[in-house]
C-alpha cells in the first residue's frame, strides 16, 4: 500500500475525492438534476419550492458521502487497487473541511458541468436572462471556491476528472478555480494511478493529461458502492459515429452481466432502491463484437439481463437511460417484452398518455438530433443503421409509434443551428415535429443549439454563440418543441390558460428584449395567443407539411440484402426473397454467452 501511513480525520485523508452537490443528489427526483443543469441560478427558488430537501444529502457514519456520481466512484474503486480504504475520504463539498488536513495530497474532482457550457445547459439558462450561470455550474464553483480556501491548499494538488474537465482547459479557468491538473479519459488506467502516485509524493504534475480507456470489457471496473442514482455501467462507446459525438470515440464495449449485477447488488446493499444502467444505446449490450452487427439487438441477452434487474430483491425503480430509435422498428417484440419485464418498477407516470393501469411510462433519452436528411447525411449518417439514412424521417415515426404502444415516451434531443443548416433544413424538422403530433404520437423534445463540444470530430465548426442569433424558424422549432412538451402537464383547464397569461407577460417583462425580434411570433404561438393556421395565413410561422412516411415492411426492405438474416421472423414485415432469419436455438446460445 502506498501512502506511509499518514491517515486519519485528524490529519486529513491523503486522498479526498468529492463532486458538486447538484451532480450527487438522487433523493429529490429525476427531473431536479436536468433542471439544475439548465436553469439559471436566479430560477433556484423554484425548485426549492418543489423539491424542499434536495440539500438534505444522506451521510455514512464517518460523515463520508453515502452517495457519489459513478465516475468518482470508479475513480474510487481504481484507487483501492493500490491505496489503503483509510487514505481515501469520499464526501460531499459540505464536509471538504472534515477531510482535507495536513496530511492531504491530493483533492480529485468530478464534474461534468462546471461551467454550463453543454449542449442543452447553457442554452436555457441564456434564453432566460442577464445572469447566465445555471445552478449547478454555482454549484460546482462554490465547491472549489471551498476547496481553494483550505489552508492546507499547498499541500495537495487539485485533480479533475469527469466529462467536464475541457470546459476548465477551454475558458482558462485553472488558477481562477484552482486546479492543477485536468484529466481526460476513465481512471481504471496505469496512467492515472502514476498521476495520483507522483502528486502523493508532492512532485508536480502536469496541467493535461490524457488517459487510456480500457481496451476489453473485462478492464472497465464496476464500483462495488452506491451511486447517484444507482448507476451501473452497461456499455461504452456506440458504433454509429455521429460526428458531434464525445462517448462514441471511445471503444465499443458492453460490461459483462457478473460484473453488471455485482454493481446492481452493490447499491441495493447500500440502502439504493434504484437502478440505471449507463449506456449510449442500451440496445448494443450482448451485441457488442459478435458476428451480427451491433444494430441488431440481441433480444434474449437484454431480456434476461433487465430481467435479472428488475427482480432484484431491493430494486424498486428502474429508469432507462440512452437509446437509439431504429432498433424499435427492427425488433418491436423486443419492445414489447421489454415493457412487461421493465414497466412496473418505472417511476415515471404519465396520466394522459400511459394506459398502464398505474399510468406509469419509460422515458428513454433518444437522439433525433435532426429531421432534414441532408444535414443528417453530414453529421451522422449511421444514425438509422441498418436503415439509410435517406429513411431516417420515416424510421422515428415509425420507430416512436412502436414506443408508444408500449408506454414508452422518449425525452428526444434536437440540435438547432447545425453548421451551414438552412432554412430548408430547419423546415424539415419542424415537418417531422408536426407529423407527430398529426398522428397523435408523443416524444418530449428537448431542443438545444448547436455547441461544437471539445475533442468531437465537429469541434472546429461553427455554432451560434448567442440566442439573438437564431432564425424566426429556429425559434419556432425550439418553441413548438416546449409547446408539445407541455401537453401531458395541461390535464386542467386552468393549466393551458395560466400559461399562455405567463409566456405572454414574461415575453413582455424580459424575454423580447433579450432575444430579439425574431422570437417574438415563436413566443406568440408557443402561448397560443393566436391558432396557428392563422399565424401561418399571416406567414410569420410555417406550418410543417404532411410527411410521406414509409411503412415498416417498406423500410425493412430497405435494409441491405445480406443482412436481413439478423431479422427476427416474428416481428412480421419480412422483404421477401431475401436470406432466412438465423434459427432462435442458435440465437439463444448467444444470449447464454453474453
Ligand atoms: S447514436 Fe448517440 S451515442 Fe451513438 S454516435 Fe450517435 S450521438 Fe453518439
Redesign the pocket.
Known sequence: MLGGGVTGMDGGKLIVLTAPLTESIDHAGYFIQMSMASLPIWMEGILNKKYPKWRDVERNQDKSARYMPAGLRVLEASLLREYSPDDIGVCYPDDLDAFIGPNTRVVAISTHNPLGVTFAAGVYASIFGSNKQPINSFYAREMFARVKASPFRRQFKVIVGGSGGWQISQTNTWEELSVDCIVEGRSESRETLELFAKAVRGEAVPRQVEVGHPRDRHSILVPDKRTTFGVVEMTTG?????Q??L??LNPQLDVPKERIMAGVRANVREGNNQISLAT??MFIWGQVHTDTPFYFPNREALLNLYSDIVNTPGVEHHVLS?A?IAPAVVDPVLIEKLTNICIDKSPIKIPLLSTHPEKRALVPLI?L?TASVRVAKQI?PS?GVPFPIDEWPSVVIRGLEILNKNNWFPAMTLIIGNPGETDEDVKATLDLVYEVERRGLFAFFIPSIFTPLHDTRMEKKEGVTETDQLTPLQWQLMMKCWKMNLRPGQASWWGPMAWRLGAIGMWAYKLRKLNGPHFTWPMMMFASALPESVMAKMGKIHVGRPLHVKTRKELLASIKPHQWQHLREDTGDLPEGGPAPTPRSHRLVMAQAV
Open positions: 456506440c458504433g454509429r459515429r455521429c458531434f459525438c462517448p462514441d449510449e444505446d440512452h437509439t437522439g438530433e451522422m444514425k
